[in-house]
């Protein structure tokens, strides 16, 4: 199983931007699909970002399309989300997670694995 852990949270001013990594160690990082979702207080956990094992297939939730952007370096076992224009409302934890390989994880009962969390604080 793939053990992921994030970084790069942070406090940033609306209309900055942030990049969070994500490390994989363990098994072989590109037989998997990546993800990010985040979880506000009192919410549920929300899809952000997916993409597949290759990297050449990239999905988004509706709220982040345009704004942020997930990509992933296999030779380095890494996933990265850049976002840029960014919301208080986009105020969360995120988590990196491990999902299919064609798609990456779009629903959280799609995840294998979970990272521990990177706290992103936009204010305004």
């Known amino acids: 199983q793939v053990q992921v852990v994030e970084s790069g949270g942070g406090l940033v001013q609306a209309g900055g931007s942030l990049r969070l990594s994500c490390a994989a160690s363990?098994?072989?990082?590109?037989?998997?699909?990546m993800g990010w979702f985040r979880q506000a207080p009192g919410k549920e956990r929300e899809f952000v970002a997916a993409?597949?094992?290759?990297?050449?297939?990239?999905n988004y939730g509706d709220s982040v399309k345009g704004r942020f952007t997930i990509s992933r370096d296999n030779a380095k076992s890494t996933v990265s989300l850049q976002m840029n224009s960014l919301k208080p409302e986009d105020t969360a934890v995120y988590y990196c997670?491990?999902?299919?390989?064609?798609?990456?994880?779009?629903?959280?009962?799609?995840?294998?694995?979970w990272g521990q969390g990177t706290q992103v604080t936009v204010s305004l």
């Open positions: 997670a491990v999902g299919p390989l064609r798609t990456g994880p779009t629903i959280p009962t799609m995840v294998a694995s």
């Open positions: 363990g098994r072989t990082f590109n037989v998997y699909g």
């Open positions: 993409i597949n094992w290759s990297g050449g297939i990239t």
